[in-house]
Each structure stands twice: as C-alpha cells, then as structure tokens.
C-alpha cells in the first residue's frame, strides 16, 4: 500500500498560482522584449502581477508546513536533483527578477527599460521553471497516474502559460484597457497558448494510457471533462475563434483561469 | 563507511506473536493506537506513524479449499536507493555510515514529500510533531552494539540483524533449504545489490511471490522520472514561447511603432 502525502488545497492554490506567476512574467517579458511601446500595460501588468502571486506562493507553501518558521530548513539545504529543493530556491530567485522587473517598470527611462528588458530574458528561464517544477514533482513520486504521467510539467508549462496571459488580460478588462493592441496581442498569444494545451493534454492522456482512470472515469471525471475540457479549454478558445457574440473579454479569461485552478485541483487530488 | 548492516526477515520462522511489534514500540517509546478491523489478525492494516514494525497476517486459499496462513514480519527496507532519502528536500533524511537511513527529527519540516516517495509506503507523518516518522533500524542501539529490538526480541529468529553480506551468504544457503523441502516459491526479495533500489537493507525471505505479502514486484526509484519530464517541459517552454513572440512581435520589426 503507497502513502499519499496529504497534500490539499493550499498546494492546488500554490501550484495555480505559481503557473500565473510564472505565465504572467513571461508574457510580460516578451512583451518588453519583442513588442512596441502599445504594449506598456501588458508588460507592467505582468510584471506586477507575476510579484504578487510568487508573494502568496511563498506564505501558502509556509502555511502547509504548519510550523512556518521549518520553512529555514528548505533553505539550508540544496539538491540539484530534487523538484522539491530547486523549487524552494528558485521561488525566492524568481522573487527577486519579479521584484527587480516589477521596479524598473515603473519607470519610462530608456536606460532601465534597456536593463529590465535583459533582466527579464533570465528571469522568464525562472518563471517557467516556477511554472512547470511542480508538475515533475508529483511524477517523481511513488504513487501511480502520478508517476505514469510523462508530460505533467509540459501541461502545467503550457496552462501557467495561458492562465498568465489570461489573468493580465482580464486586469487589463478591469481596468479598462482592453480596446488597446497589447490586449489583442496577450488574446492572441493566449489562444495559441489554449491550443498548445489542449495538444499536450491529449498527448498527456495518450501517454496515460489505462492510467489516466483516475481522471477520466474516476469521481474526478464529471469535474475534468466538464470544469477543466468544456469550461476552461472549449468554450474559452470557442468564443475567442468566433468572436463578435458580444460576450465581455472577461468571460473566456474567467473560464481559462478557471481550468487552470481545475486542472490542478484534479490532478492533486487523485492523492488526497 | 563501515561495513552494512542489515535485517534478514526470514518469514517461514514467523510464527505470529507479533514480539517484534511489542519491542519497537516499547524501544522507540511510541504509543498505542486504536486496533483496526482488517479482517484478519492483523493489526494495524499497514505502517503507521507510530508503528514501524508490523506483522502482516496473510489468508491465501490453497487448491484443497484450505487457507494457507503466510506471515510476515515487515519493516522498512533502508533501501540503498532510497527514494525518500532523495525527495528530502532539507536533508533530514540520511544515510548512516551503516548504510541505514533515517530522518533527523530535528531538520524534518513536514512537506510530506518522502511520504509519496517511499515505493513502499513505509514513511508515515505524524500530526502531533508535523514531521515524517518511519523506522530507523533502531539507529541509537545499532550505535552501542545491541542491534534492533526488534531482531533482539524475536523468539524464532525470524528476524536476523548482522553484517548484509554475511546474512545474504545465510539467506540464500536457507533458500536452498527451503526449495529441496519442497518450498517450490521460496525467495529472497531485495538481497542482490543489482536488484531494484540497488537492493534493500532489510530484506526477506518469502514462501511466495511478492504480490502475495502487497510487496511490488520492481519497486522503482521516483527519482527516474524527472529528466525525463524536466526535458519534456522544456520543450513545452519553448513551444510557447515562439507562440508568444510570434503574437507580439511588431509588424515591420521590433519596436516600429516606437517612434
């Protein structure tokens, strides 16, 4: 019988919003680096939003060690080979690029928009990995379907990838700046990101094979084929293909993010 | 590193007295629990934070409509790859320079990874300290020359404690044994170092297949996986990430409209 590690809401939450954070950066730091100045907003947006969540990752993982201040411990020590070690470390370092990145955005001088654009170049190298180290985590483990699966970081890549576009896209909806072109170019990236998802979900799931079970036929089922392929997948890249249905923007980036927090949630729980 | 020390589990001594139970508990000061109903005499269904010795009660319907009654007496394995060992990320589990591993209480932060990275499912966490538990081979006994309570309590010796390569030598003349008294299923599980996990420190001799006692036949070491998927996700990073240059980039180069 292999022991399942307890590991509940505050680790789908980590997870969900460590792929913002590291979804959010690097659309932000591509922005900065391959756009135009009409995508100002996209690139502070990112930025600060991607500080933010690393900011709520780090007190929700304290948090799940019940005695905060063993959280040292992960910091005294470091192994390379370890999703967990690394990502401990690389948590704080991305901290640092999202805080050094966030600062310098603040500013409209060409000698630190010059620094920032270079900065986030190596900082997105540590919001990807922020983004997809939690799903080679749970692969290196005993416990099968969680171990079975070969593409569970390329999955969690691809959806922190499209729930970051889709959450600077819904800020940039909320505060009213989503007539601009950086608002159609993070749609655009995040349809392409959509499509990229549901390719490597499909693969993931090949891969799977009779393992998958837990997902597609288990008490999870109804809560992944309905919540994360019809509601966050589907529907949002459905009403951004069609378009001019006069649904608010805000709609399909609600769902995507939803799918995203689902996806998490089902893959945890098959353990919890 | 001194030489390895090892347990020999031999389960056709085992005669179910569950002594080996008694002894660790007592040695390791841990407390009772609540028995469980798990439909055979054994108690608990499995390892606990607070059992780290268990005598497993195995009911297997022969061919005459009889019961064979299989026991075993399970620990965890100290295995020389150990899976849990690896997934530490604050480095309380170690390994003795006996060749044994154990969690230092005092690192431990409770991320419960090991528990999810044991192949066994032997590396239990305890709420009361919010720490991972699991057998330690009796670590402050083996350090004064006693040896496990276990092995020292067992009244069959069933459980043997001694050098690894000196017990393999035993274990496999006892095997032979067993075979030419007509024991066609014995075995040794994970006492060849080239066996999975590099072979395990607490190894066994069973009187059938592994699955039989809920042992997996190829325990594997979690740690295989993650270049694999380290790589794969990389791929995946760089496939979104042309996605997302290829959405922003200006039409007639980078920064046009800056001007």
């Known amino acids: 019988m292999l022991r399942n590690p307890e590991w509940h809401l505050l680790i789908v939450w ?71 070690s690394i990502g401990a470390w690389v948590l704080g370092v991305f901290g640092l690029f999202a805080f050094l990145s966030s600062a310098l955005s603040l500013s409209a001088d060409e000698g630190r928009a010059a620094l920032r654009r270079k900065i986030s170049l190596v900082g997105t190298i540590f919001g990807f990995f922020l983004a997809s180290y939690t799903g080679v985590l749970l692969s290196a483990t005993a416990l099968p379907f969680w171990s079975d699966a070969r593409l569970m970081g390329a ?3 691809a959806s922190g990838a499209s729930t970051g576009m889709a959450a600077i896209s819904l800020l940039l909806y909320l505060s009213g700046d989503s007539a601009g072109e950086g608002f159609k170019k993070v749609k655009r990236a995040d349809r392409f990101a959509i499509l990229f998802e549901i390719a490597v979900l499909v693969l993931f799931l090949v891969v799977l094979g009779s393992a998958a079970a837990p997902l597609l036929s288990g008490h999870l089922a109804p809560l992944f084929w309905g919540g994360l392929v019809v509601l966050g997948l589907v529907i949002p890249l459905l009403l951004d293909l069609l378009g001019g249905l006069r649904i608010p923007a805000a709609v399909p980036a609600a769902l995507v993010l939803l799918g995203g927090f689902i996806l998490r949630y089902v893959i945890v729980m098959t353990h919890a | ?86 997934a530490c990320p604050t480095g309380a589990i170690y390994r003795t320079e006996y060749g044994t591993v154990n969690i230092n209480q005092d690192v431990c ?151």
């Open chain 1, 14 to 84: 980590y997870f969900f919003l460590g792929g913002i954070a590291g979804g959010a950066y690097f659309t932000a730091a591509i922005a900065d680096n391959f756009g135009g100045s009409r995508d100002r907003g996209v690139v502070r947006t990112g930025y600060i939003l991607s500080l933010l969540m690393i900011a709520v990752c780090g007190m929700l993982l304290i948090l799940d060690l019940g005695t905060p201040s063993r959280f040292l411990n992960m910091v005294m020590h470091f192994k390379f080979w370890d999703p967990m």
């Open chain 2, 109 to 259: 932060n409770g991320c419960r990874y090991c528990v999810s990275s044991c192949p066994f499912g032997v590396v239990s966490f305890n709420h009361d300290t919010g720490r991972a538990n699991k057998c330690t081979f009796c670590n402050d006994r083996i350090h004064n020359g006693l040896g496990p309570a276990c092995a020292k309590t067992c009244p069959t010796e069933s459980i043997q404690f001694g050098f690894r390569d000196e017990l393999v030598a035993k274990a496999e003349k006892r095997v032979a044994k067993l075979k030419e008294m007509g024991y066609a299923s014995a075995q040794l599980y994970g006492a060849d170092s080239n066996s999975p996990l590099g072979g395990l420190n607490a190894f066994f001799l069973l009187l059938d297949k592994p699955a039989t006692y809920n042992l997996p036949e190829k325990p594997l070491l979690p740690q295989r996986n993650v270049l694999v998927d380290s790589v794969l996700a990389v791929g995946a990073a760089l496939l979104v990430g042309v996605g997302a240059v290829v959405s922003f980039r200006e039409r007639g180069g980078k920064g046009a409209d800056d001007a």
């Open chain 2, 1 to 86: 590193m001194a030489r390895t020390l090892a347990m020999f589990t031999d389960t056709s001594l085992c005669i179910g007295c569950r002594a080996c139970q008694v002894a660790c508990k007592q040695w390791n000061e841990l407390p009772m629990e609540e028995p469980e109903w798990t439909g055979s005499y054994q108690n608990h269904a499995h390892f606990t934070d607070k059992t780290y010795r268990l005598v497993r009660f195995i009911e297997k319907p022969q061919a005459n409509g009889e019961l064979q009654w299989l026991l075993m007496s399970d620990v965890c394995k100290h295995c020389a790859q150990a899976g849990c060992l690896d």
């Open chain 1, 155 to 157: 999955l969690f890549l």
